[in-house]
């Protein structure tokens, strides 16, 4: 076995689509050090990089008590550094560039603005979207990380795939829809917006293999697709399942759901964002999300929450996510606050039996609810509802009387009984679910049982947390 310091990481050509990067070794501790490794030889150039960005950057190094680029000598100065962009300083970085400069990419935007050939964005469900700034640089190596996560999924050159997320300008929209076709397939791009009945009956016109849809919107096509096309939705030939941007995605239950339906597997990802790149592998059970860009971007660069110190990055260790890219080029993220609480796993996947570093997403920052001292995320939440199909129909909200994260008990919970199912037995699955929600995540919630179909769809993020307006 090659000692930590000896150990190398070099590109591959390995048959395996998660063997992008080949390291000498399958010891946790000396494959994290070869990845530290290359993050401190390519972070050494991106700290110069974006020490040059006088507006933004720089002042964030100062306020942090840098005086040089120079003074950051090795990854363990790097950890220490505080976050220097989250969700509102984004925001506030749009607006002052929105006014000084006359365009909202930022005062964070570290290339010309004539290089900045690409756009994504966030929902805007606050109201103001941020925005997501490509070089063509940026672009290029975007496509490339997708490229290895369809490669993971079994996507072939030259067949069709369905696009249904949002197009707009999210970015598993537009993004998504570019690296597809640099990748070499061919996707049919109708996107959420279009509506369940109109995608069923594309999907039957063009006949893909490949579905990119929210878990939210799988369930619907489930639902709808006897009444809008006269069959099940496992008619339509659909063969693998690429979910992405709200929790569920890896939950057994749902998986087990778009097998039986489909008959259709799926893969769990996230990706697009400065270079990030993560997806489940072909196990028919998620193992954790391995990582596909660990060459391009540090995303599990965890902390505590609370204090906001570095962690230790090992096998086990449960944090929230600063993320840095190691390349980027336009408007990079540098010591990125996501509010993403992640759990890591380093070794050998109990799915594939590739060694890496995977993930779970346990929850947001944002997200987490005290309830009597009792710390819990709604897609915890989520998870235990899921045990109950198709006895509910697993559609729930959490709803406060009051902004999180502290909740007055009982914590309030709106679940849908399953289709078909009698309200005679509606009282005793919401008895069952609170003493299981009780058992598992140590409060009990109120909770009450709806007619199927109460609760809105979307094809969207769907937020699992209402908040009463006063």
């Known amino acids: 076995m090659a000692h930590a310091s000896l150990a190398t990481v070099r590109h591959t050509a390995d048959v395996s689509p998660l063997r992008y990067l080949d390291i000498d070794t399958r010891d946790p501790a000396e494959y994290l050090a070869a990845l530290d490794a290359l993050r401190w030889k390519k972070l050494q150039r991106q700290i110069r990089y974006v020490w040059g960005n006088e507006d933004y950057y720089r002042r964030r190094f100062i306020e942090a008590g840098v005086r040089s680029s120079e003074d950051i000598r090795s990854l363990a100065d790097f950890r220490r550094l505080p976050a220097f962009l989250d969700k509102a300083r984004h925001r506030e970085s749009q607006e002052a560039s929105l006014g000084r400069y006359g365009h909202p990419f930022g005062l964070h935007l570290t290339a010309k603005l004539e290089a900045a050939i690409h756009l994504a964005a966030t929902s805007g469900t606050t109201g103001t979207p941020t925005f997501y700034v490509f070089s063509r640089k940026d672009l290029e190596i975007t496509c490339k990380v997708l490229g290895r996560m369809f490669r993971v999924a079994g996507i072939r050159p030259g067949e069709t795939t369905f696009h249904a997320y949002g197009l707009s300008l999210w970015l598993a929209g537009i993004t998504y829809i570019q690296a597809l076709e640099a990748y070499g397939a061919r996707p049919v791009a109708v996107g959420a917006e279009a509506g369940v009945p109109k995608i069923l009956r594309y999907i039957e016109l063009t006949r893909p293999r490949v579905l990119?849809?929210?878990?939210?919107?799988?369930?619907?096509?489930?639902?709808?697709?006897?009444?809008?096309?006269?069959?099940?939705?496992?008619?339509?030939?659909?063969?693998?399942?690429?979910?992405?941007?709200?929790?569920?995605?890896?939950?057994?239950?749902?998986?087990?759901?778009?097998?039986?339906?489909?008959?259709?597997?799926?893969?769990?990802?996230?990706?697009?964002?400065?270079?990030?790149?993560?997806?489940?592998?072909?196990?028919?059970?998620?193992?954790?999300?391995?990582?596909?860009?660990?060459d391009y971007c540090f995303r599990y660069d965890l902390v505590d929450p609370e204090t906001r110190q570095p962690l230790e990055i090992r096998d086990g260790a449960v944090g929230e996510a600063i993320h840095t890219g190691l390349e980027y080029e336009a408007a990079p993220a540098f010591r990125n606050a996501t509010g993403d609480i992640l759990r890591l796993h380093v070794g050998e996947c109990p799915g594939c039996g590739h060694f890496g570093v995977r993930m779970e997403i346990i929850g947001r920052a944002d997200d987490m609810l005290m309830v009597k001292g009792v710390k819990v995320y709604p897609a915890a939440i989520q998870k235990v509802v899921h045990e109950f199909l198709p006895k509910l129909s697993g559609e729930l909200r959490v709803r406060l009387d009051a902004p999180p994260p502290k909740v007055a008990p009982p914590l309030k919970l709106a679940v849908e009984a399953g289709e078909g199912v009698p309200e005679a037995e509606w009282a005793a699955l919401g008895k069952a679910l609170a003493q299981r929600v009780r058992e598992l995540l140590s409060l009990r919630p109120a909770v009450t049982v709806l007619p199927f179909g109460s609760l809105p769809r979307s094809g969207a993020k769907t937020k699992l947390i209402e908040v009463a307006r006063s």
Request: hydrophobic share 35%; glycine share 14%.
């Open 212 to 294: 990119f849809a929210t878990p939210s919107m799988a369930n619907q096509l489930i639902e709808r697709a006897p009444g809008e096309i006269g069959r099940p939705v496992g008619a339509l030939g659909i063969e693998t399942l690429m979910v992405c941007g709200e929790p569920g995605g890896s939950q057994p239950a749902f998986r087990t759901r778009v097998r039986e339906h489909f008959g259709a597997q799926t893969f769990d990802m996230t990706g697009g964002a400065w270079h990030n790149g993560t997806i489940t592998c072909d196990s028919p059970d998620a193992h954790g999300m391995h990582y596909m860009a660990e």
